[in-house]
């Protein structure tokens, strides 16, 4: 398909436990983001690429969450020694550019649930 | 503190009448804003968007109106159709730069 592919669409994992989220972004597009949603409220920033480089990770709760692309495509959202505060629906999204005048293109995200 | 605030946790608009949407955000450095629709089980999906050096932007069924002085958008549905019924995000960017700052979001509900 052309748009965001993420998977899986749904993780459950028990606490303590390493889990990994993927991200296919358009082809053709510079700029990768990641968001954290929580039930009830908005998209919350975690990171961002532009090709390989991460140029922002201020957005990453703890050094639990690790992100990485290491092609400049397809990028990987790890969560190490997972928590209960870390069950959110995680969303992958990818912009031709990186300015917000390029509207950006959403996955479905994934769906994490730890026990 | 929430920076952009989207204060009705949902709305319920009759069949083609106007729904109009409502955000409000604190921070003056905001330039840009965006609203984005999303469908239970999927993403977002961008629908308009709106400079800081205009009040107004009209894309189809679709108007957004930004007051910077209030420092206040709403979006505008004429008239609204049945699949119109989704969470509306607003959300805005310092500066035209990569980051966004959301809002929880607006449930519409269109009644036929």
């Known amino acids: 398909g052309a748009g965001v592919s993420q998977s899986p669409r749904y993780k459950v994992a028990k606490r303590g436990q390493d889990v990994a989220l993927r991200c296919d972004p358009i082809s053709g597009h510079v700029s990768l983001f990641w968001y954290q949603q929580a039930l009830g409220q908005g998209p919350e920033f975690l990171t961002y690429?532009?090709?390989?480089?991460?140029?922002?990770k201020s957005g990453l709760p703890s050094d639990r969450f690790f992100a990485e692309r290491p092609e400049g495509s397809v990028s990987t959202l790890k969560i190490q020694r997972t928590q209960q505060e870390d069950s959110a629906v995680y969303l992958c999204?990818?912009?031709?550019?990186?300015?917000?005048?390029?509207?950006?293109?959403f996955g479905d995200g994934t769906r994490l649930s730890i026990l | 503190d929430q920076q952009v605030k989207q204060n009705s946790p949902s709305l319920s608009v009759q069949e083609g009448r106007i729904s109009i949407l409502n955000c409000d955000y604190t921070?003056?450095?905001?330039?840009?804003f965006l609203w984005y629709k999303k469908y239970p089980a999927e993403g977002p999906t961008f629908l308009i968007s709106?400079?800081?050096i205009k009040d107004k932007n009209e894309d189809g069924r679709f108007t957004v109106f930004l007051n910077k002085s209030a420092k206040h958008l709403s979006l505008h549905i004429v008239p609204s159709q049945p699949g119109d019924s989704a969470v509306y995000f607003c959300a805005a960017s310092p500066d035209s730069n990569y980051q966004l700052i959301w809002g929880a979001g607006t449930k519409l509900i269109i009644k036929p």
């Open positions: 690429f532009q090709n390989e480089a991460q140029l922002d």
């Open positions: 921070n003056s450095m905001f330039d840009y």
């Open positions: 709106i400079s800081s």
């Open positions: 999204a990818s912009s031709l550019f990186g300015n917000s005048n390029q509207p950006q293109h």
